[in-house]
């Protein structure tokens, strides 16, 4: 079956109290959608990157207490699992659905990624649209517009990937989940693929 896409109702699913509830909508409504998804999108993936990606939907295993305020599905380049090395993700919270490249804590390749990022700041800065988002951690919703990143948010980032161990990054597209484009999957698919074209330099400097 074609990827369909999303709805409104998918995003309301944040909305549901409890860890069971919540888990249960997500699981019957949206993980689906996602394994359409990370199957649709993984071919493309693997030709971009020129090494095979595999897709893994978040399964939020480890939650025992709290609902999760967002999932995903991502794609890396190993079968087993995607958490230590980079790797991109199409997910969503409430109130957007995000469309990112991603380095999180549990990565050795912080690092690396860290000094190429000064390295290459000026071009990052100018290859980027200004309408994606940095942020520094995965579960915040909020971020930083590529647009008001300037030289000494980049150096902080940069900082914190090296000295912090928790800290992450992601960088991509946001869209609201109003936006009709969500409900058409072809198109979506299209929007998908070009952000994560417009991202690979990212995902090539992280090695």
Same mark, same amino acid.
Not at 27 to 37: G, H, S, Y
Not at 44 to 63: C, I, N
Not at 165 to 183: F, H, M, Q
């Given at each position: ?22 888990? =249960? ?14 199957? *649709? ?18 399964? #939020? ?8 305020? =967002? ?15 980079? #790797? ?5 919270? *409430? ?31 100018? &290859? ?9 951690? #995965? ?6 517009? #590529? ?15 090296? @000295? ?13 989940? @109003?936006?009709?484009? /969500?409900? =058409? &999957? ?12 417009? /991202?690979?330099? /990212? ?5």
């Amino acid at each position: 079956m074609p990827f369909q896409g999303f709805s409104t109702a998918d995003f309301d699913v944040f909305r549901i109290d409890g860890l069971e509830p919540r888990m =249960d909508a997500l699981i019957a409504a949206v993980r689906p959608r996602l394994n359409e998804l990370g199957d *649709e999108a993984a071919p493309f993936l693997s030709a971009l990157t020129g090494e095979e990606m595999f897709p893994h939907v978040a399964k #939020h295993a480890r939650r025992t207490v709290h609902a999760p305020n =967002d999932t995903w599905v991502a794609w890396g380049p190993n079968k087993r699992g995607y958490k230590a090395l980079p #790797h991109f993700q199409v997910g969503m919270f *409430e109130s957007h659905l995000f469309i990112v490249f991603a380095i999180i804590y549990e990565s050795g390749n912080k690092v690396t990624f860290a000094e190429s990022l000064l390295r290459n700041m000026d071009d990052i800065r100018e &290859g980027l649209p200004g309408n994606y988002f940095w942020s520094a951690d #995965h579960l915040d919703s909020r971020g930083t517009l #590529h647009a008001d990143m300037d030289q000494p948010a980049f150096a902080e980032l940069s900082r914190r990937l090296k @000295e912090v161990k928790k800290a992450e990054v992601t960088c991509g597209l946001r869209i609201d989940r @109003e936006d009709p484009l /969500l409900s =058409d &999957g072809g198109k979506l698919l299209a929007v998908i693929r070009q952000t994560f074209e417009t /991202l690979l330099p /990212l995902y090539r400097m992280s090695f």
